[in-house]
């Protein structure tokens, strides 16, 4: 994730320091300085991460205990809209064509196959998150 990535385009500078630094102690002080910096780094990206996380399930958990039907509801109706339209052109309309010239593909546009992948990964994250702040709370 984001501390990778972190870690992975501040790893050079320690080859520099190598190159420029003449004496060993201070390339090790300035290598382990630049690693309390990867480190701190890494961790306000989980915690930010974390945050992200939880304010995202604050608006889901909100939607779902809200009052109005289609508030709770809107997103798998959306999702299972989708769903109907992937399952007609990949599994209805090829068995259709092959016995009706009128069998019809719906049109997917790319946003909506977009939005179907990140609710799908949104929920699949949502869940794993769940079920880590419950073992983090045990």
Do not use: C, H
């Amino acid at each position: 994730m984001i501390w990778d990535a972190i870690g992975n385009i501040l790893k050079p500078v320690g080859d520099i320091v190598d190159n420029v630094v003449t004496t060993k102690e201070e390339a090790g002080q300035l290598k382990n300085e630049m690693q309390q910096i990867i480190n701190q780094a890494q961790a306000a990206a989980l915690e930010y991460d974390k945050k992200l996380l939880d304010s995202r399930t604050q608006i889901v958990k909100a939607e779902t205990q809200g009052q109005s039907w289609l508030q709770r509801n809107w997103r798998p109706i959306l999702m299972l809209s989708i769903v109907a339209i992937v399952v007609n052109n990949y599994l209805i309309y090829p068995y259709l064509s092959l016995f009706w010239e009128g069998a019809q593909v719906l049109d997917l546009p790319g946003g909506l196959w977009a939005l179907m992948t990140t609710g799908v990964g949104g929920y699949i994250v949502g869940r794993s998150g769940e079920k880590i702040s419950d073992n983090l709370k045990k």
